[in-house]
């Protein structure tokens, strides 16, 4: 791949940059703001390296068909299927929200073994992370979508909150959301200002995670500035993106 010197963003046709994090409990006053994704010429570099990862159905949309790729890419304008599930999800050793078993405490085989190296460096410096949600399968999904669009009055409403099923990458099983008791175990945006959140930044990539949805860059992700969310990408993958304060979308557009 050759290096892309500009920055060029992905051409957003959904009208609001919204978090794909809700869940039970629903921290829905994350994403409150309603940032207005401008459209914006797609770059054709960017367009080639992720065209060659997703085929279209019937209806138009577009399905991703990588999946089990660490570095595969799901956002609104990629699909994965109803029937998609990781298919070795497993149980990471950290600190959960919850006490119980709950499918969202899963992750794939290789992120989850990542995140209990990254949570053990944490508490080695006495920094207190919680895992919240990891992952969320497209039955789960789909019933949280449509109880906030029941609450919303509306699809395009409950978007702003949530992501439609098929579209979030809790169902990849490669990300998790992150809180701490400071947060009272919410996910909101301060949480990137306190030291739990700061240093959750600092030293992700070095065990192959991404602040999947950095501040300044909802036009290319799609996505409102998530400090909580972290993604696994791989070593090499995320410390580039990390080093260059990119995407995992300019990253595949190199
Ligand atoms: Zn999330």
Not at 39 to 60: E, Y
Not at 81 to 99: K, Q
Not at 147 to 168: C, D, F, I, M, W
Request: charged share 25%; with cysteine; hydrophobic share 30%.
């Amino acid at each position: 791949m050759g290096k892309m010197r500009s920055i060029a963003a992905f051409v957003l046709l959904s009208a609001a940059i919204t978090g794909g994090c809700s869940s039970e409990p629903v921290s829905e006053h994350s994403n409150t703001k309603q940032q207005e994704a401008k459209q914006q010429n797609n770059s054709p570099k960017t367009a080639a390296a992720l065209a060659a990862t997703v085929t279209t159905r019937g209806n138009g949309t577009k399905e991703v068909t990588n999946m089990l790729d660490t570095l595969v890419v799901v956002n609104k304008q990629r699909n994965m299927g109803a029937d998609y599930e990781p298919p070795d999800l497993v149980e990471p050793n950290i600190p959960f929200s919850i006490e119980k078993k709950d499918p969202k405490k899963l992750m794939r085989k290789e992120a989850a073994a990542a995140l209990e190296q990254l949570f053990a460096q944490a508490k080695e410096e006495h920094i207190d992370l919680v895992g919240q949600s990891a992952y969320r399968s497209y039955a789960t999904q789909q019933a949280v979508f449509k109880r906030l669009t029941k609450k919303y009055g509306g699809e395009q409403e409950a978007n702003k909150v949530s992501s439609h099923p098929g579209q979030s990458e809790h169902q990849t099983g490669l990300a998790i959301d992150i809180t701490s008791h400071r947060m009272g175990f919410t996910l909101e945006e301060k949480f990137g200002e306190t030291p739990e959140g700061i240093w959750l930044k600092e030293h992700a990539p070095k065990y192959g995670f991404i602040i999947r949805y950095p501040k300044g860059k909802e036009e290319i992700t799609g996505y409102s500035y998530e400090p909580w969310h972290i993604r696994y990408v791989g070593k090499e993958a995320a410390q580039e993106i990390a080093s260059k304060n990119s995407t995992l979308e300019e990253y595949l557009s190199q």
